[in-house]
């Protein structure tokens, strides 16, 4: 099994619609990330958290909401979904250590807005 | 302002070697990272570099010049697998001690046999 697990791995919905995309981890990290990628557009940071209680704002933050359930789960919302918002997404977790701090990526949620 | 440059697409030869170049102007830094993405999949973790010079890591290689804003992936003894997006991305520390890492757009190999 997977250590980052994202459901769902592909939707499809239609502008309007609220989507909540749920991101879990086995790696015991305690910072989480929310990512959207984007061809010619690279990886973009859309929330992250370092904690239960921490929440911040990435830098493309609008229209998205995020909520940190426990340390192992953090789940993004689109309140009422537009076309622009189609991309693929990713949950990543990180270990914070001064001699590197990788990030480890779910498998992506695929999500596109009608 | 910060940014990373890399190049869009490369092409190489099985069993030969590539090395994908990558340069940054930022403020701060705290460390380069190198990940592999497949089409369609997560990006993974291939190196970390935070002091000048080459850490080598089986058929992979990353080099640092912090006082050049540059780094390189070596790729040894391609394989078709190694077919792929290589990403670079540079970490940084504003005034805040706010770390920020700042994303390449890839640059997207192609091993052909």
């Known amino acids: 099994d997977a250590d980052v697990t994202q459901t769902p791995r592909n939707r499809i919905t239609k502008t309007g619609k609220r989507i909540m995309l749920e991101c879990s981890q086995t790696?015991?990290?305690?910072?989480m990330y929310w990512y959207r990628q984007d061809p010619g557009l690279g990886l973009r940071l859309i929330y992250y958290?370092?904690?239960?209680?921490?929440?911040n704002k990435g830098e493309i933050s609008d229209g998205y909401s995020v909520s940190r359930q426990a340390q192992a789960k953090f789940s993004l919302s689109l309140e009422s979904a537009i076309p622009n918002q189609t991309a693929l997404y990713f949950c990543?977790?990180?270990?914070?250590?001064?001699?590197?701090?990788?990030?480890?990526f779910g498998e992506g949620s695929r999500l596109t807005v009608l | 302002g910060q940014n990373i440059d890399q190049p869009t697409e490369m092409t190489a030869t099985e069993g030969a070697i590539v090395q994908i170049n990558c340069t940054y102007q930022?403020?701060?830094?705290?460390?380069l990272f190198w990940y592999q993405q497949h089409a369609g999949e997560a990006p993974t973790f291939l190196s970390y570099?935070?002091l000048d010079g080459l850490e080598e890591k089986g058929r992979f290689s990353s080099f640092l010049s912090r006082s050049k804003g540059y780094s390189y992936l070596l790729l040894k003894e391609l394989q078709m697998k190694d077919s792929a997006s290589y990403l670079c991305?540079?970490?940084?520390?504003?005034?805040?001690?706010?770390?920020?890492?700042?994303w390449g757009l890839g640059t997207s190999l192609a091993v052909n046999p």
């Open positions: 958290s370092f904690d239960v209680k921490d929440i």
């Open positions: 570099n935070v």
């Open positions: 790696k015991g990290h305690d910072r």
């Open positions: 991305a540079v970490r940084a520390i504003n005034a805040g001690n706010n770390r920020k890492l700042i």
């Open positions: 930022t403020s701060g830094f705290n460390g």
């Open positions: 990543a977790t990180s270990d914070y250590t001064d001699g590197g701090g990788e990030l480890f």
